[in-house]
């Protein structure tokens, strides 16, 4: 059952108060998310409105965004210093399975997620899965790694089958939460509903691009959803 009833918008509804957004493109002009420092700050004046407690701030490390970790902490350096709010900040890389991951996992030249500093954060296309998905996930779990798959329920190529093999492989999984708004079309929203309604989604982000991100979908009323995500919201699985 639906937690919500069906006139209350997801800023109604008390989930974002002490939330941790585990997924964000905040970090201003390192990607193709926010772009300025201006609108950072605007975006975090509207976070601390809504009441979130920590943001996890995820920039692409791509082929085509080959961000380093030393570029990237200096720039999240300049943020710190022109953020004056109480949200708590902290920097970790969205990281795409494709030949830059390789060469990265080779150094262990990553940003981790979480505080215990195992966690990877990754992605795929949502067309189709890397060439050697699996042999780049069993070597970065035999690492040591922990990886959390971004946005399961974008990928086309993923069915209820994948999704469980790869739970049982040991991936976590991190879910849009604008999925379940619509925000990524039907067919997102039902996988994301039913992946929250078996209980296998781990964390949750708002996968933040840009500005008007909060105009467009974080004022929008639920459709039908599932009963775990407050829960989820509430008790991330990592800290």
Same mark, same amino acid.
């Given at each position: 059952? $639906?937690?919500?009833?069906?006139?209350?918008?997801?800023?109604?509804?008390?989930?974002? @108060?002490?939330?941790?957004?585990? *997924? %964000?493109?905040?970090? =201003?002009?390192?990607?193709?998310?926010?772009?300025?420092?201006? #609108? !950072?700050? @605007?975006?975090?004046?509207?976070?601390?409105?809504? &009441?979130?407690?920590?943001?996890?701030?995820? =920039?692409?490390?791509?082929?085509?965004?080959?961000?380093? =970790?030393? @570029?990237?902490?200096?720039?999240?350096?300049?943020?710190?210093?022109?953020?004056?709010?109480?949200?708590?900040?902290?920097?970790? !890389?969205?990281?795409?399975?494709?030949?830059?991951?390789?060469?990265?996992?080779?150094?262990?030249?990553?940003?981790?997620? &979480?505080?215990?500093?195992? *966690?990877?954060?990754?992605?795929? %296309? +949502?067309?189709?899965?890397? +060439?050697?998905?699996?042999?780049?996930?069993?070597?970065?779990?035999?690492?040591? +790694? !922990?990886?959390?798959?971004?946005?399961?329920?974008? +990928?086309?190529?993923?069915?209820?089958? !994948?999704?469980?093999?790869?739970?049982?492989? &040991?991936?976590?999984?991190?879910?849009?939460?604008? @999925?379940?708004?619509?925000?990524?079309?039907?067919?997102?929203?039902?996988?994301?509903? $039913?992946?929250?309604?078996?209980?296998?989604? #781990?964390?949750? &982000?708002?996968?933040? *691009?840009?500005?008007?991100?909060?105009? *467009?979908?974080?004022?929008?009323?639920?459709?039908?959803?599932?009963?775990?995500?407050?829960?989820?919201?509430?008790? =991330?699985?990592?800290?």
């Amino acid at each position: 059952m $639906w937690p919500f009833n069906k006139t209350e918008r997801l800023t109604d509804t008390g989930m974002f @108060s002490g939330f941790t957004d585990w *997924h %964000s493109h905040i970090l =201003p002009g390192v990607d193709d998310g926010i772009q300025t420092m201006d #609108d !950072s700050l @605007s975006v975090l004046e509207r976070y601390e409105q809504l &009441g979130v407690k920590k943001v996890w701030l995820t =920039p692409h490390v791509m082929e085509d965004y080959p961000n380093t =970790p030393a @570029s990237l902490t200096e720039r999240f350096k300049e943020l710190k210093e022109a953020y004056n709010g109480r949200i708590d900040l902290h920097l970790a !890389s969205e990281n795409m399975l494709d030949s830059l991951f390789e060469e990265r996992l080779e150094k262990n030249e990553f940003q981790t997620i &979480g505080d215990d500093g195992i *966690h990877l954060l990754v992605e795929t %296309s +949502y067309m189709n899965p890397p +060439y050697a998905m699996e042999e780049m996930i069993e070597k970065a779990q035999g690492k040591g +790694y !922990s990886l959390i798959l971004a946005h399961p329920e974008r +990928y086309r190529y993923m069915d209820e089958n !994948s999704y469980i093999k790869w739970k049982e492989r &040991g991936l976590l999984f991190q879910a849009n939460f604008l @999925s379940l708004v619509g925000g990524y079309g039907e067919a997102a929203r039902k996988k994301c509903e $039913w992946l929250l309604h078996e209980g296998l989604i #781990d964390l949750l &982000g708002s996968d933040l *691009h840009r500005l008007n991100f909060f105009n *467009h979908y974080a004022d929008c009323r639920p459709k039908k959803g599932a009963k775990n995500l407050l829960n989820v919201a509430q008790n =991330p699985i990592i800290k």
